[in-house]
């Protein structure tokens, strides 16, 4: 398990959160991240490929909508 000293902003299938930490699935499967919502702060867990990093421009990292 690796926990965030801050954590990361993620697009989700239920909209934005915060990832707290995420652990590993293994050799062949995702990885599994652990999300609280920004809407209500809920916990839910995600696979690696249900998540986005939330754009960012000092990272240079954009949307899609671009």
Known sequence: MLEFKNPIPVVTPLG??????????????????????????????FRSDQLKIHKNATFD??????
């Open 61 to 66: 990292i954009s949307s899609n909508e671009n």
């Open 16 to 45: 934005d959160g915060y990832a707290i930490y995420v652990l590993n699935g293994g050799t062949f499967e995702n990885d599994i991240w652990t999300v609280v919502m920004e809407d209500g702060g809920s916990i839910f867990h």
